[in-house]
Structure formats: C-alpha cells, structure tokens
C-alpha cells in the first residue's frame, strides 16, 4: 500500500510539473503571437472576405477564384506544441479556446457545475480542428437528406468529403499507436452480435503522427495569394439595400470598417457565425427586438442547435494498466518514436480514440447511436486539469474519481453518444452590446426518444461478454 500510493504521488507530482510548464508555455505563445503578428488590413477594400480559418475557412479560401481576398481569425496563430495529438486535453481551457458555457440544463448536466457543459472551440488559426480527437468519419447521404432540394446538388456537396485523404490539404491516416483496448472492444461486439463492420479503427487527420489541418498546408499558400490577419475579430456585418457589403472588426483596441466586392463567407463556426449574424440585425425578429437590435434580415439564425451528448467518463475498471500514463510519456523510447519514427508506436502521436462504433437502431439516419473508445478517462491526471475542462462538480469528483485515483485503479471510458438528438436548443445574444457573453441552451435530453437511445447504449456493453472483452484488454495490453 505504501509503493502504491508513492508510485501515485510520484506520478501525479511529474504531471502536474509538465503540465504547469505546457499550460504556462501555450498561454505565452498565444500572447507572444498577438503581438508578432499585428499586422492590420492593408486596404479597406477587397473584394472578398472570408472570416474563420477553421476547416470550411481554410479549404474555401485555398480555392476561392480571387487574388483579392481578405482572410480573418479572430484568434492567434497556432503554437506547435498543439500539433502533438495526445496534448489535445490540455489544448483546452487555454487562451486558444473561446471556453464557452452553455446555459444550466434542465434535463442533463446534473453532474457539472451549475448543470452547465463546456464547449472547447478553437480561438486560433485552424479553428476547433485544432483543439479536437482529430477523428475523420466519412460522410454518408443519409445523414444529409434534406438539405438540398435536388439530389445532385446533394452529390456535388459529398463529393468535397471524397477529397479527404487524397488531396494533400486533408490528409488522414490511421492512427501510429494503440494500446489494445480497441481491438479487444471490436472483438467483444462482434460476439455480443453487433455488425462487425460497424465497429473499427478510426482514421485520423494527421501527418507521419503530428496533427495536420487544412490550415497547416493552407498557411504558407495563402501568404503567398492572400492577405490574412489574425487576432481580428468580426463584429457586424454591414448590411446595405439587403445587400452585405462589409465588416465591422476589432484589432488590437482599434475598430475598422472593411468592404467586399463580391462577397463575405462566414466560416466562423457555429457559434461565431450566429453571433455575427444575429449582432448585424439577421436572425429571429422577437429575438433582435428583445435584444435591442433593429431586424435587417427576418431568418431563424441561432436556431435548430443540436449537438450530440454522450455519458459515461470512467465507467469500465480493468486490471491491467494502459501503457499512456504520465510516466509513461517521457520515456525514451516513446519520445525517439516521436520525434524520429514519425510517431510510430509512440502514445505521443495518440489522439485519445482508439475505437468507433455504430448501430442503427432503424433510424432514417445512417446510424443514431455510436461508441467511442478511449483507453484513459478524466481520472488520468488526478484531477489536475480534466475535470476543470469539463466542469465536473467537487462534490461528484470526491465520491466517484478520487476513490480510482486512491485506489490507483486503471479506467477506461467507454462512450455511449447520441449521434441525431431529436431534443433542439438554440444561439442567442444577451443584448446590443457587441461584446456581451453568447447564450448557448443545446436543450440536452429534452425528448424522452434521446434519454432512451443513451439507455440503449449502456445497456448494448451490459451485453457485451466482459470476459471476452477483459480477457482480450489483458492479453492485448501485456502484447503491447
């Protein structure tokens, strides 16, 4: 007992001084980045402007048919220490994510503070994409009947998602390492009777092991093509004869009044472009009018948020430890893989995910429920830094989480998620002010047919033959 809990000590102590130094290190480059790239528009005309540099952004400005464009983020410019995967958890929180809250949710959230969840979304170049699992999932047309209406509109739009992996833009791979527990976890559906082509390694964006973006190889392209300016941030959209002819921005203090030609693209992501639209006058005229905000464009902006919720953070113990724990990181062997094998079997070049899953469940949907797999939860740091991310409550930390830490048990997370909530919530503004908090109610489980679909999949791994499956984690894990 004594070896364990200095074994414990000795681990935590180790990752909360590298992950102090890390936290310490992204924040001032995020600043050390305001401040090296201060550039300003160089004209107040151009004849496009695109705002956000996440994927859509990136890949759109890439192709856009000008050499007068006018590319803005409203965040700093990436650090490189954000393209190794397995930092992705610490990425959040920091300066370079927005650190939005929903409102308080009446049918979910019980366990966060407040009932509110967080949403990590990217405040630098290369958007979310650069705070997330880095997970590619094909698109499938079921998923988007209904958005178009002429089925070869719809083909034209999927065939953009065809590019991914063989346009050098958008590269994915499978993923350089695996501690196992994916495998062992296909094995055990398949013989609980779930499809076995449902469930399998996920593809992953990144290069030789590093995370890679569309922005990655867009950066020095649009340097040489177009005209970009980060730590600018997008105000209102001015709104002329039902005509948008240009921008409002803030930089550094100082506002600036931006025209378009030919056209503005919002690429700002869900929340951004809403907040833009709805702060120029176009959304919902009730909303606006209670805002304080004069209605140019009556359009439902801000509506018909769904987001997909899951539950079940360190639901599953096993008694084999993962080879990803924080001593685990600095070995050097690990770091050689890195750095010179091009992250090949190195826990540094993993993204969190080690496995997908999914069932239909008869949905007109390709599939509504799905499984992710990862071989960590949010006990892995001891409390450090996961569960302020995720805004877990003291009181559920204390009861739950920390008795696996004293314990010095291993957990897993298996994720049950719901993939086409039917429960819609909805993006608002508190008032005229342009700098006032963004309202976010995703209404979680608001329908009783979304509560029953997340049953459904805890109750498919009651099913599943934990002897199979805990067998397979042993021998998989000792392999590794």
Same mark, same amino acid.
């Given at each position: ?16 001084? %590298?992950? $102090? ?40 400005? =890439?192709?856009?048919?000008?050499? &007068? ?29 927005? *650190? ?10 019980? =366990? ?27 698109a499938e047309t079921k998923d988007f009947d209904g958005w178009f209406d002429h089925e070869d509109e719809?083909?034209? +739009? ?8 063989? &346009? ?6 499978? !993923? ?21 082509? /449902? ?26 093509k177009h005209e970009i300016t980060l730590n600018a941030q997008v105000t209102r959209v001015i709104v ?12 550094? %203090?100082? $506002? ?27 959304? !919902? *005229?009730?909303?606006? *009018? ?58 540094? @070049? ?14 007109? +949907?390709?599939?509504? /429920? ?6 960590? %939860? ?22 739950? +989480? *920390? ?7 291993? @957990?897993? $997370?298996? #994720? !049950? ?16 002010? /342009? ?5 976010? &109610?995703?209404?979680? /489980? ?11 999949? #805890? ?10 499956? +805990? ?10």
């Amino acid at each position: 007992m004594i070896g364990l809990k200095v074994y414990i000590c000795t681990t935590y102590t180790f990752y909360l001084l %590298g992950s $102090t130094i890390l936290w310490i290190v992204l924040n001032s480059s995020y600043h050390f980045y305001r401040i090296y790239y201060s550039d300003t528009p160089n004209k107040r005309q151009y004849e496009y402007i695109i705002v956000g540099t996440g994927t859509a952004g990136s890949i759109i400005a =890439a192709g856009i048919p000008s050499n &007068d464009v006018l590319v803005l983020e409203a965040g700093s410019m990436r650090s490189s220490l954000m393209d190794v995967p397995l930092l992705q958890p610490l990425l959040q929180g920091t300066d370079y994510d927005w *650190k939005y809250r929903t409102e308080p949710q009446k049918y979910a959230c019980a =366990a966060l503070n407040e009932n509110r969840s967080a949403w990590p979304m990217g405040k630098v170049f290369g958007g979310t994409h650069m705070l997330n699992n880095m997970i590619h999932y094909k698109a499938e047309t079921k998923d988007f009947d209904g958005w178009f209406d002429h089925e070869d509109e719809l083909h034209s +739009f999927l065939e953009y998602f065809d590019r991914w992996g063989e &346009d050098e833009m958008i590269p994915i791979e499978l !993923p350089t390492f695996e501690t196992g527990l994916g495998t062992s976890f296909v094995k055990a559906a398949v013989q609980a009777g779930l499809e076995k082509n /449902l469930f399998y390694k996920p593809n992953v964006t990144t290069r030789y092991g590093r995370r890679s973006t569309a922005s990655h190889y867009c950066w020095e392209y649009l340097q040489q093509k177009h005209e970009i300016t980060l730590n600018a941030q997008v105000t209102r959209v001015i709104v002329q004869n039902h005509k948008a002819t240009g921008l409002i921005l803030d930089k550094a %203090g100082k $506002t600036y009044h931006i025209k378009a030609s030919k056209g503005i693209i919002l690429a700002a992501g869900t929340i951004g472009s809403s907040k833009i639209l709805l702060q120029s006058g176009i959304g !919902p *005229k009730e909303h606006l *009018k209670a805002a304080g905000i004069e209605t140019i464009v009556n359009l439902p902006v801000g509506e018909n948020l769904q987001d997909h919720i899951t539950t079940g953070m360190d639901l599953v113990l096993i008694s084999k430890q993962m080879p990803i724990q924080p001593i685990d990181l600095i070995h050097p062997s690990n770091i050689w893989n890195y750095v010179i094998n091009d992250g090949m079997n190195s826990s540094l @070049s993993f993204g969190g995910c080690e496995c997908l899953g999914f069932v239909n469940l008869e949905s007109k +949907f390709s599939h509504k /429920l799905g499984f992710m797999v990862l071989p960590v %939860g949010i006990t892995i740091d001891a409390g450090l830094h996961l569960r302020n991310v995720i805004n877990l409550r003291e009181d559920i930390w204390q009861n739950y +989480f *920390k008795t696996l830490v004293d314990q010095g048990l291993q @957990s897993v $997370t298996i #994720l !049950p998620i719901l993939l086409h909530p039917k429960s819609k919530g909805y993006v608002r503004i508190e008032n005229a002010n /342009l700098h006032s908090n963004i309202i976010i &109610d995703p209404n979680y /489980l608001r329908e009783k047919e979304d509560i029953e679909i997340l049953i459904t999949g #805890l109750k498919i791994l009651q099913n599943i033959d934990a002897k199979v499956f +805990f067998s397979e984690v042993i021998r998989t894990g000792s392999a590794t």
